[in-house]
């Protein structure tokens, strides 16, 4: 018999405290470390993002020179790290890869159970750097092409595209990457950073707290919403058949990928600055992928099934035509989420080191009623 309450899915329960961002649902206001979205969108990059978020400040110019050259200098693979990216299997997910990797960056970190603050900073910067380069010479390896090494003179953004496509980004595609990794890499108690949280507060390493929020990201409801949501732009075509593929998709029960949030009630504060990268990097034809999310973002706000129900366009659904203009493949798009996130989790892992206790939660159990046990030979 039911003893207690159980809240399905932990909805409005608070269980951690963070000075990292605050999120106000029902006025759409988001802001890292006391700074609102709207002021670092754009003009913050994301590595002072990063700094903000480990270091509680944004960087004064040296402070963020010295960070770059850190994570510069991490972003190169030694050979047993380029070993790894050339030996697990290219079939597969993007993001199953990516797991494996990380796991494989352990085995190869003589520290990586080491938790202490210096070797938390230091696991950080070799994950956050190293990501980057992994997957972009196992994207590259199963596409037949060679690795990319990283130019120390790029940025974080500037550099994942160059190591993807082996071609230097226009400026523009640059800062639409950094403006997206700005946007995406932190936002409170989600479900992969409550793994990671988790995963570290049962005083797992730091690598293994990563690879479980990578897990958990790569989950249809979260992070994997952006491919699905690309797909669904993919699978419309033509902003003139949005209405009936929305309509067809509600009639079915079915849940359109990219729009809904927990948190949200209004619009995702996000939404605006993810579409104007959209609009600054599309160009001739790949502009259709813009004009199809707006007409899908159209039906969605005029419809009684999202408007009854407060749903609208979340981050994932211009990141969708984003990713997209920016040449990444299909099974990418979660990977670059978790490219940036990677930081909010660090971010997340370091505040609960630094003042950790178990996180148990119970179950309300409500099987049978206790009963006797009969042998196998007594049970017919
Ligand atoms: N399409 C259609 N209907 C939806 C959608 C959707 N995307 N999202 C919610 N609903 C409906 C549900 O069917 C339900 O209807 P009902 O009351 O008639 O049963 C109602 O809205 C409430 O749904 P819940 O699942 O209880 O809402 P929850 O707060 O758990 O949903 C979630 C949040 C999981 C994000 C949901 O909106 C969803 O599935 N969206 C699509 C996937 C997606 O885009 N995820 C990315 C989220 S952002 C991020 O994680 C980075």
């Not at 993002?49 to 991490?74: D, K, M, N």
């Not at 989950?219 to 009936?244: C, S, V, W, Y």
Request: aromatic share 6%; hydrophobic share 45%; glycine share 8%.
């Amino acid at each position: 018999m039911a003893t207690e309450t159980a809240s399905r899915g932990l909805e409005n329960v608070v269980v951690a405290s963070t000075r990292l961002s605050a999120i106000d649902g029902t006025a759409g206001r988001l802001s890292y470390v006391g700074y609102d979205i709207h002021d670092l969108a754009e003009r913050a990059s994301f590595e002072e993002i990063v700094h903000l978020l480990w270091y509680g400040e944004l960087p004064g110019a040296r402070q963020l020179q010295e960070f770059s050259a850190r994570l510069a200098a991490e972003r190169a693979l030694t050979a047993d790290e380029l070993a790894l990216a050339n030996s697990i299997p290219t079939s597969g997910h993007g993001m199953d890869a990516l797991r494996t990797l990380v796991s494989g960056l352990a085995q190869l970190d003589a520290r990586a159970d080491a938790t202490d603050p210096a070797d938390a900073d230091r696991i950080g910067v070799r994950i956050l750097a190293k990501m980057p380069a992994l997957i972009a010479a196992w994207d590259r390896r199963r596409r037949g092409a060679a690795p990319v090494a990283p130019d120390p003179r790029l940025s974080h953004a500037a550099n994942f595209l160059y190591m993807l496509h082996g071609q230097r980004p226009s400026a523009t595609a640059a800062q639409a990457f950094d403006t997206y990794l700005v946007l995406v890499v932190e936002h409170g108690l989600n479900a992969s950073t409550f793994a990671a949280r988790v995963a570290i507060g049962a005083q797992a390493d730091v690598y293994c707290a990563i690879v479980a929020a990578i897990g958990t990201l790569k989950g249809l409801l979260h992070g994997g919403a952006n491919q699905k949501a690309m797909e669904t732009f993919l699978d419309i075509g033509e902003p003139e058949r949005a209405g009936a593929y929305v309509e067809g998709l509600v009639a079915r029960g079915e849940r359109l990928m990219g729009v809904g949030h927990r948190i949200y009630k209004v619009e995702d504060p996000r939404v605006r600055h993810l579409r104007r990268q959209v609009q600054a990097v599309a160009a001739g034809a790949e502009a259709r992928w813009q004009a199809i999310a707006d007409e899908v973002g159209r039906v969605v706000a005029e419809h009684p099934h999202f408007t009854r129900r407060q749903i609208n366009p979340n981050v994932e659904f211009y990141s969708a035509p984003l990713l997209y203009t920016l040449g990444l493949p299909l099974d990418l798009f979660t990977v670059a989420f978790a490219l940036s996130r990677a930081a909010g989790w660090m971010a997340h892992i370091r505040e609960q080191l630094a003042d950790n206790r178990l996180i148990r939660p119970k179950a309300d159990y409500h099987g049978p009623a206790p009963r006797g046990f009969a042998p196998i030979e007594e049970r017919g």
